[in-house]
């Protein structure tokens, strides 16, 4: 491990965040934070003088309130306190994905006040940056109704309040689902460029995030959607990645970093169907460091998607290790028994696929990455 004199990186999370259930058979299982955390710990990063750890805040209802609707707050309230909301429905509550539930205000304004509380010890100069591994869940929230998992946009707020501040913010989403609710949130503004690498649409919720949506107004060119085949490897994603993601934050000259750094691309993902391994996930995360340095910026990351508890526990202390500039051994540490049959941070064994598949991937991801450069790529001088 690295030795420095003063914290670079925040670490902002508590138990509480991992302790909730959203329901018996849902897919995301918040107790997936807590193996993380434990292995964060084993591998010595929690007491590194280069982490920072601090306990989110809640977020205030002012502060939802300037990404969400009022009457909106008004029903996650009322479910939150077990009322009986006719037509909960229209505002994406009930079975499936947004099941109503006791505690739920509170552990999404405990995620939206993490990501607020990265932004002030960015702004106030604690530290350089900051990851909110219980934020970006919420990316698929809207300004008037749950979706995908999120009901309060922790990354629409914190933005929103960066923008406040009179700061330019650089958004990238690698969740393997497209960061809709990021993109709507911010869609009419130049304050902020949104850039989501995912699945397509075309076969993994939500459906959206193809090239040419693009922003409208005063956004018009600053949302950017690079729509992914299945079954992309950790190869053809980051082809795909480095053929945009780099000039477009050198062209726009941002004034912050904001990442969302959702681990469902990874090829054990029970839910969708991209195939990244831990150590492709991590190059991308190595890739916004040297961005974040080149620009001289301040980076803030929070987490995502991720229904692989492993991937999720190896990927994600990977990524803090990165954004401290700390070096972990490969091999998981012995006494980590949060997770069985853990032996390496890195994935191994070859992914294959056969040759016409791989073709069709080849093809489909060159037709995205050229219809992207198309639709923004002029309008930065690119």
């Not at 939802?64 to 077990?82: F, N, P, Q, R």
């Not at 699945?199 to 409208?216: A, K, V």
């Not at 831990?278 to 803030?300: C, M, R, S, Y």
């Not at 991720?306 to 990977?318: E, H, K, L, N, S």
Request: charged share 15%.
């Amino acid at each position: 491990m690295n030795t420095v004199n003063n914290p670079t990186t925040a670490l902002i999370y508590s138990h509480e965040q991992s302790q909730h259930v959203l329901s018996p058979t849902h897919p995301m299982r918040p107790i997936r934070l807590h193996h993380m955390h434990e292995l964060m710990r084993a591998s010595g990063l929690v007491d590194s003088n280069a982490i920072l750890s601090k306990s989110p805040r809640l977020a205030t209802e002012t502060e939802i309130a300037t990404s969400h609707d009022t009457e909106y707050i008004v029903v996650v309230k009322a479910i939150d306190a077990g009322a009986i909301v006719i037509g909960m429905d229209q505002f994406g509550f009930g079975p499936g994905d947004n099941p109503p539930r006791a505690g739920m205000y509170r552990h999404a304004a405990l995620a939206a006040g993490g990501a607020m509380l990265a932004t002030e010890l960015i702004l106030d100069g604690t530290v350089k940056n900051a990851f909110v591994p219980a934020g970006g869940m919420h990316h698929h929230a809207m300004h008037n109704r749950a979706s995908g998992f999120g009901i309060f946009n922790d990354a629409v707020i914190a933005i929103k309040h960066l923008i406040e501040q009179d700061l330019r913010t650089f958004y990238v989403d690698i969740d393997v689902h497209h960061g809709d609710g990021v993109q709507a949130g911010l869609y009419d503004t130049d304050r902020a460029m949104t850039v989501s690498i995912h699945e397509s649409g075309q076969w993994l919720f939500p459906g959206t995030g193809n090239p040419n949506e693009i922003g409208i107004g005063d956004g018009q060119g600053y949302s950017v959607n690079i729509p992914l085949a299945p079954y992309t490897d950790d190869q053809l994603w980051h082809q795909a990645f480095d053929a945009i993601i780099p000039d477009l934050a050198r062209a726009y000259q941002p004034d912050l970093l904001f990442t969302q750094l959702g681990i469902d691309t990874h090829r054990n993902d029970p839910l969708a169907h991209l195939s990244l391994t831990t150590q492709g996930h991590n190059l991308a995360v190595q890739k916004f460091a040297q961005l974040a340095d080149e620009l001289d910026i301040p980076w803030i990351s929070v987490g995502g998607g991720g229904y692989d508890m492993t991937a999720v526990a190896r990927a994600w202390t990977m990524d803090l290790a990165t954004m401290a500039n700390q070096t972990l051994p490969d091999q998981i540490p012995s006494t980590y028994t949060s997770l069985p049959n853990l032996t390496t941070f890195h994935d191994q064994g070859d992914y294959r696929i056969d040759p016409d598949t791989l073709n069709d991937i080849i093809r489909h991801n060159q037709l995205a990455i050229d219809a992207t450069r198309t639709q923004v790529f002029p309008k930065f001088g690119l």
